[in-house]
């Protein structure tokens, strides 16, 4: 019998490239996972990894097992769903009332604005209201959040899309839209765009401004570039932070201008102020992305609504 377990410790290698990877992914050692992975192949009487260098890839035989498993491992969620479903009712007490008691683990995926404006209201309630419910959390990029949901090492992410920013789904996740962001440009409150008085600045405004950004492998960043498409020479990147919080710090120190969404952002400082942009208007759709296998899980959708809830109670930030 093949362990399934260690199949998906090897799904896990084949879609983050490395044993540290995969188990930095998983929540294991990479020694287990190396354990995991050295079972099968003693099970199966088949080599699934070959050593190259420092590192190693997958055998033909194991690419094979990572394909053909998707189903086989789709299966056994909808089974699972089907299990929940069948037998978990619990009751009220002395009322007798039905309610239905959600237990198992949800994986969470999420950006790191999701964590601090979103999740951050949505787990204390889901602790509250489905004591038996496990929802480990982990910060990752929107690609990589969806490659993690889609090989089955997170059950549900939060992920956005930057303006026209091309953004994958594979054809067996269900994207759910929750709300449109909004990012200003922020400025010190003394800099001449901001004493101005202009409700929205252009890219030609914007032109030869220093600016601190994300990585260049970022959403953010490669929506900020488009934001500039036809201008020469710029977005000029001075500085860069993975934190918007280190943007505004950054900002307020003169030494740059900085594009920082509304989500997650706290109270700007008095030094500082945020102006919209014009057309192209700096936006992001965020989205909750599941495996299309999950969609009866009642775990997986007393989460999806805890979401959606506190989605819908968001408002901007305002200026």
Known sequence: MIDLEAVVALRAVATNGSVAAAADALGFTPSAVSQQIKRLERGTSVALLERVGRGVVLTDAARHLVTSSASVLADLERLEADL????????????????RRITGEVRIGAFSTAVRGLLVDVLPRLRDGHPDLRTPLRESEPWETIALVASGQRDLGIVHRWGGVALAMPDHLIETPLFTDVADVILR?????ALSGALELTPLDLADEPWIATFDSTICRQWLRRLFDGVSNAPRVVHESMEFENHLELVRAGLGVALVPRMGRPPLHPDLVAVPT??????RGVSAVHRRSQADSP???AVLDAVRSVAAEREPVTR
Do not use: C, I, K, Y
């Not at 409150?189 to 765009?193: A, G, K, V």
């Not at 014009?278 to 936006?283: D, E, G, L, Q």
């Open 189 to 193: 409150r003394e800099h001449p765009l």
């Open 84 to 99: 929940h479903l069948a037998g978990g009712v619990a009751t009220d007490g002395a009322g007798g009332n039905a309610r």
């Open 278 to 283: 014009a057309r192209p208007v700096s936006t």
């Open 299 to 301: 775990a997986l959708q």
